[in-house]
């Protein structure tokens, strides 16, 4: 029981994170939707930053698993289009992380430490599939041209939901889609030229 109602709080939490700005939520808001006592939650979680810290965990495992390269191969097209979706899928599902980051971050050096790491483990990633792409003759660049799309694909990635409210967009979900598109509209430039007909289809596809 006392996990069922630990897994309710971190599940509330999140939603309402989501929904409103984690700013802007207090553990009694949470304990309130809930129908629990302020009690009942510092029971299972110390204070706020308590439970961002276990839902920042489980946005780490699942960020991990997503930015897992494909084993044994080369990567394609095809790979890296799945990846951003599950990259971009993880964002949306815990976009109050990315929405409020400064702030979260600026508080909490844990989180910081721990959000550095996953910047890492994905900038090495995305160098990781430059390279592959390049090796298996679907991109044409030089070193120095995939390493700085490697970089512009992580810095979209991390901080697209930022643009796009800073810019009004009011549909967080069709501003991912679109976060998506202009990651892989990066590797365009230097694709061959079968690639970037591919390329073309798969987004025209996404988009209908």
């Known amino acids: 029981m006392a996990k069922q109602t630990r897994q309710r709080i971190l599940d509330a939490a999140l939603t309402m994170f989501n929904a409103q700005g984690e700013p802007n939520v207090t553990t009694n808001h ?68 990315y929405r409020d980051l400064v702030e979260i971050l600026s508080r909490n050096r844990r989180l910081r430490l721990r959000f550095a790491r996953i910047l890492k483990r994905a900038d090495e990633q995305a160098h990781l599939v430059m390279r592959g792409l390049s090796q298996a003759g679907v991109m044409r660049a030089s070193g120095d041209e995939l390493a700085a799309t490697a970089t512009n694909v992580l810095v979209i990635a991390t901080f697209w939901l930022n643009y796009a409210a800073a810019r009004g967009d009011k549909d967080e979900h069709a501003a991912i889609r679109d976060g998506i598109v202009q990651v892989m509209m990066l590797l365009s430039p230097f694709l061959r030229d079968a690639e970037r007909l591919h390329l073309n289809t798969l987004i025209r596809a996404y988009l209908d």
Do not use: T
């Open 30 to 97: 949470i304990a309130d939707e809930l129908e629990i006592s302020p009690g009942n939650l510092y029971y299972h979680f110390r204070n706020k930053d308590d439970i961002i810290e276990q839902l920042f965990a489980r946005f780490e495992e699942r960020m991990d698993a997503a930015l897992a390269a494909p084993q044994g191969r080369l990567p394609g097209l095809e790979d890296i289009w799945l990846q951003l979706h599950l990259v971009f899928e993880c964002i949306w599902d815990y976009r109050f992380l």
